[in-house]
């Protein structure tokens, strides 16, 4: 079945990148997001990929796609404390959002 | 900007006790959703529902869940006889046009819900 796998944590220095991965296993995923959630407040959709492209940049976000092996970036370059958050990976199928069990990042000063 | 709402924030109850989880999704759309999150699990999906039925529809979504859209404004989610098991953070969401993937599914702020 579909099934979508990340880390649970990751610590990063204060102005380095971070890069959280995660892996999938539905090949038939049009789409594949990143959600954050801060502490308290739900999930907010950070972006997305088409499966058919490699690469996104928005702003400070860099989302790179390899299909052939099903594994999905994120890098949050200059990362600040306000990037602390737990960061989901989700692949999208028909109508539904298929999570994983999130990242949670920690930010050092 | 527009978001969508949930209350109560926590609910408590009973084990075999009935709640209901209200959502006010975002005014002009036309799809909703409502996931699940047990401690420390995934995000995972129960049900969509558009024109007033269900479109799709998790295996965790059993006779015990059921969904409504009483008015124009909520959407609820029923659990008849709550279990120890139905313990989560519930998440409503809603999103506009067609419902393609593309379109983004707002997220409210979440239900805990906590049976004893």
């Known amino acids: 079945g579909e099934d979508v796998e990340q880390s649970l944590f990751l610590s990063v220095r204060e102005g380095d990148s971070s890069v959280i991965n995660c892996t999938y296993t539905?090949?038939?995923?049009?789409?594949l997001y990143w959600y954050k959630q801060e502490p308290g407040a739900g999930l907010q959709l950070l972006t997305y990929i088409f499966s058919n492209m490699d690469m996104k940049q928005d702003q400070r976000l860099t989302v790179l796609l390899n299909k052939k092996d099903k594994h999905l970036s994120l890098r949050i370059a200059d990362t600040q404390t306000g990037d602390s958050a737990i960061y989901f990976c989700a692949e999208g199928s028909d109508d539904k959002i298929i999570f994983g069990k999130g990242t949670r990042l920690h930010i050092l000063p | 900007e527009p978001e969508v709402t949930q209350t109560p924030s926590h609910q408590v109850t009973q084990m075999g006790q009935e709640v209901i989880l209200r959502c006010v999704p975002i005014s002009n759309h036309l799809y909703f959703y409502w996931y699940r999150q047990i401690l420390g699990q995934k995000v995972e999906f129960l049900v969509s529902f558009y024109n007033n039925e269900i479109s799709e529809k998790s295996e965790i979504f059993d006779d015990q869940f059921s969904v409504e859209r009483p008015d124009g404004s909520n959407f609820t989610l029923k659990i008849r006889s709550t279990k120890l098991e139905d313990s989560a953070m519930y998440f409503c969401?809603?999103?506009?046009?067609?419902?393609?993937?593309?379109?983004?599914?707002?997220f409210g702020p979440g239900t805990r819900l906590t049976v004893l």
């Open positions: 539905d090949s038939s995923s049009t789409y």
């Open positions: 969401a809603s999103s506009d046009s067609t419902g393609q993937v593309t379109d983004t599914q707002y």
